[in-house]
């Protein structure tokens, strides 16, 4: 039977088919984040697995392009600099590219999960 599991950082709740156990850790399919879980009673929670925050986006990020099969840009460095500004300065790793730091907006932020990249060809 498949266990519902909630990302804390996109707030999507997925599905896992295997058993899990305490402190495995996952990849969340829908924004690449890497979650430990953190309990498995009465139902299974997890949490963002401790990484420095330069490794945390960089992992985040590599993971979201493998599992939409995506490639990065030559801005790619810049875009990582630009989330790891944003993330010192507001305390999450929101786009780089948007001005409002709202939920939405943490990456891979909902326009990007939501298919903009395969409609348009690149990120916002």
Not at 47 to 66: G, H, L, M, T, V
Not at 88 to 101: H, S
Request: charged content about 30%; proline content about 8%.
């Amino acid at each position: 039977m498949a266990s519902k599991i909630y990302c804390p950082v996109c707030r999507i709740t997925f599905s896992h088919k295997e058993p899990l156990s305490a402190d495995e850790i996952l990849i969340c399919p829908v924004c690449g984040a890497k979650l430990q879980v953190a309990a498995l009673d009465p139902e299974i929670q997890v949490e963002k697995f401790p990484q420095p925050p330069d490794e945390e986006i960089n992992d985040r990020i590599e993971e979201f392009a493998r599992l939409r099969g995506y490639v990065f840009s030559e801005d790619r460095e810049l875009i990582v600099e630009g989330l790891l500004q944003k993330k010192e300065t507001y305390g999450d790793f929101y786009c780089p590219c948007r001005f409002d730091n709202i939920p939405e907006n943490i990456c891979p932020c909902l326009e990007t999960r939501m298919g903009q990249v395969k409609k348009v060809g690149h990120c916002f």
